[in-house]
């Protein structure tokens, strides 16, 4: 059963608007969220990241919200540019006693943003 | 540049031919792991070495193995690939005193079984 969930495939958005890319989660035992952006013939790169102590982070147009009653997590970027097209896969991880746990990896949302 | 090297980066493999994918990485991470990701699927965890410290998920086959010769080369081996065993396989690396959880990707090697 998956325990990280992207439920939208694909999607599209003008340049210049915000994207919205959702994420969901079962174990609440996680507590330390990712977001990795994965080009064609490239490996996935680690774009930003959220402890469950937060609900925001930011970094430059990026920025991840955490609802940790919802076990949902967003990654909104403004504004979209071209160059952000690409595919945007969610990650968990679980705290084991301080040690880091294993990433668990969501499908993946195929992102366009249009010109 | 530091980087994480698969080569090579498409390999096709005969039913039951064993095969090697290979993984190196100029980082001097600490933390190795091989993942297989499947068409429209996540990237899933088949094992990863803490140092020379080898740890398998409990639901890898064991048709998958893994070497570490020594910290910058990591090996997978699949001793008997079936037609199931067509994916993407990703290599990455981890500092253990880097940000939890971000890890470093290789751009993967493209396995097909004929």
């Known amino acids: ?115 | 540049d530091a980087m994480v090297i698969q080569n090579p980066r498409y390999q096709v493999t005969q039913f039951g031919k064993p095969v090697t994918l290979s993984c190196s990485q100029t980082l001097n991470h600490n933390v190795m792991y091989w993942y297989q990701q499947k068409s429209s699927q996540a990237p899933k965890l088949l094992f990863h070495y803490y140092d020379k410290d080898f740890n398998n998920e409990a639901d890898t086959p064991d048709n998958f193995q893994s070497r570490r010769p020594n910290t910058s080369f990591c090996f997978l081996d699949i001793r008997s690939p079936g037609l199931g065993d067509a994916a993407m396989y990703l290599c990455a690396t981890s500092r253990v005193q880097a940000l939890r959880g971000e890890q470093y990707f290789g751009p993967g090697t493209r396995l097909t079984v004929t």
Request: proline share 5%; charged share 20%.
């Open chain 1, 1 to 115: 059963d998956q325990q990280v969930k992207q439920n939208s495939p694909s999607l599209s958005v003008q340049e210049g608007r915000i994207s919205i890319l959702n994420c969901d989660y079962t174990n609440s035992m996680f507590d330390y969220f990712l977001w990795y952006k994965k080009y064609p013939a490239e490996g996935p790169t680690f774009l930003i990241s959220i402890s469950s102590i937060k609900d925001k982070n930011e970094d430059g147009r990026f920025t991840v919200f955490l609802n940790k009653s919802a076990k949902h997590l967003s990654l909104h970027i403004v504004p979209s540019q071209p160059g952000d097209s690409a595919v945007y896969f969610c990650a968990a991880a679980r705290n084991y006693g301080g040690s880091q746990g294993n990433l668990i990896f969501g499908k993946g949302t195929k992102l366009s943003v249009k010109p």
